[in-house]
């Protein structure tokens, strides 16, 4: 186990949610992989906690579906499955059509600012080999669409299904020519917000959110 996370203590919250919130991060951000098993023992040593709250921590990550009992061999992060995928990127679509169209309308010259310099520095991370940075980045040009909404409701149900995209983006981010599209694509759907044009900031996030889709499913079957 050489993923690079630690546990971040709260003391609001009880140990055993502080364990599964650091665990749930570190497998929807590929730290901790589809397939690794996860030890009480190891994990306990390396967070710096006893087994109980790691113990916990798994039980409640099993009820998520983010981790699974295999007899004989205990806890292992649950693959990706193809069905996962599907489910999540069809929400998504919704809500990121919803979102640009909304964004569309309102967002204001600064937002429309500050997500040209976000297009920028991710094309600048596509040029690093630093997936977990590039996968950030993607985030945050995102996340100003979102905000330009001006729909704090829109935005807290799409921070919910943003969080399962965690596993994903990694994925289609392995994929040389997927980054390339991709920088691409949030420069035209950059365009078309400032342009005002609402069908064509619409299809350009849709046809971006199905391309995502199309590199994932490829880059799961080549493994």
């Known amino acids: 186990m050489t993923s690079d996370f630690h546990v971040d203590m709260n003391e609001y919250l009880p140990l055993r949610d502080v364990v599964f919130n650091t665990l749930r991060q570190a497998i929807l951000r590929g730290e901790l992989k589809p397939g690794e098993r996860l030890m009480e023992i190891a994990l306990s040593n390396r967070l710096g906690v006893s087994r109980t709250p790691v113990r916990e921590a798994i039980r409640m990550l099993e009820l998520e579906g983010l981790v699974i009992m295999i007899p004989r061999k205990g806890a292992q992060v649950a693959q990706i499955t193809e069905q996962d995928l599907n489910d999540v990127l069809e929400v998504r679509l919704g809500l990121e059509e919803l979102a640009v169209r909304f964004a569309c309308e309102r967002i204001t010259d600064e937002e429309l600012k500050r997500l040209g310099l976000a ?105």
């Open 119 to 223: 297009v920028r520095e991710f094309e600048q991370k596509i040029r690093e080999n630093d997936l977990s940075a590039q996968a950030e980045a993607d985030v945050k040009f995102h996340e100003i669409i979102y905000a330009a909404t001006h729909n704090q409701r829109l935005v807290q149900i799409i921070n919910n299904i943003r969080e399962q995209m965690y596993r994903y983006r990694i994925e289609y981010l392995k994929d040389t020519e997927s980054r390339k599209k991709l920088v691409k694509e949030h420069y035209e759907i950059w365009d078309a917000l400032k342009r005002r044009d609402t069908n064509r900031a619409v299809e350009q996030m849709c046809a971006h959110i199905r391309n995502q889709q199309e590199a994932i499913h490829k880059s799961l079957k080549s493994e």
